[in-house]
């Protein structure tokens, strides 16, 4: 058994930030990528482009790989609305069939990718811990909680241990811009494009947003912790504060010295109203906090953008 670590989903935009931290700290990175994209690899890590359930490529991976990172999905409680077959045919599907190859490798130690801004659904109490009830609002959401009790599952059959993540909203440089996908990505584009930027409902919606060098900081603490004991272990990842869209907007017009030409659409059901993590379980049990507060991460991006190709 190998001491590699294989990235599920490894070309989007944790994938690529993940992998680069992973070869420094002198791992040989496995990604497993539905498209080929064009992302810059050093020698100690490998790109197959590949269906995310190719069992004879996996079943050749995973004896070697001692950590799997499940990063894939292919959705957001926008994309999915209305939909829940998508849900169930780009993300599910794909992730049980994983997890149907996964069955046979006790070594394995799986970090999978949930969701921290969709499954507590509108919270009672706020920051949200990982102990409160699961009330998802879309389909996103409801397909990351089935997921996670797929894994429950797994775990009490096999006798296994997983790491569960629920993140809050990832940004920073690097990140794609795919419609939909990234609030704070979408914003600055639309903005160094002139295009305005649609915000749904009364811009008071209240979200929390993670620095992506600050969340991959933690999956690096995570895989060097190693596997639980014949449990499943869950913990939030946010910065443990939130800021309503309407006051990003004023921070990014600070940051860009840029104007934004806000159009404000009808509320969503499936919007949370509001979501603020409490990262509290994985400071204890890591040391991690957040080190990247938002004016800085906004900055950060800022300038990585105005390096991109328009």
Known sequence: MGENTLLIG?????GQSL????????????????????????????????PLD??????????????????????????????PMWESELNLGPALRFLDILQK??????????SGGTVYGNPRTLPVGEDHPLSPLS??????IAMEAFLQAYCRQFGRGVTILRPSNFYGPGQPYRRGF????????????????????DGENVRDFIYIEDFVDACVRLAALGQAEKTVDIFNVGYGAGVSINRLCVLVESTTGGKIRKEYRAGRSIDVRSIILDYS???????WTPATDLETGLARTWEWLKTQPL
């Open 182 to 201: 990234g609030i704070v990505r979408g914003m600055l584009e639309h903005l160094r494009r002139g295009l305005p930027v649609e915000i749904w409902g």
């Open 19 to 50: 992998a680069p931290r992973l070869v420094e700290a002198g791992q040989r990175v496995h990604l497993v990528a539905r498209r080929p994209v064009p992302v810059r690899l050093g020698a100690n890590a490998v790109l197959h482009t590949s």
């Open 281 to 287: 379980r994985l400071h204890r049990r890591t040391g």
């Open 10 to 14: 490894g070309t989007g935009f944790v």
């Open 54 to 83: 190719n069992a004879k490529l996996l079943h050749t991976l995973l004896p070697e790989c001692r950590t799997v990172f499940y990063l894939a999905s292919d959705s957001t409680p926008g994309t999915s609305a209305s939909e």
């Open 139 to 144: 389909y996103h959401g409801a397909g990351k």
């Open 105 to 114: 490798y006790d070594h394995v130690h799986l970090i999978f990718i949930s």
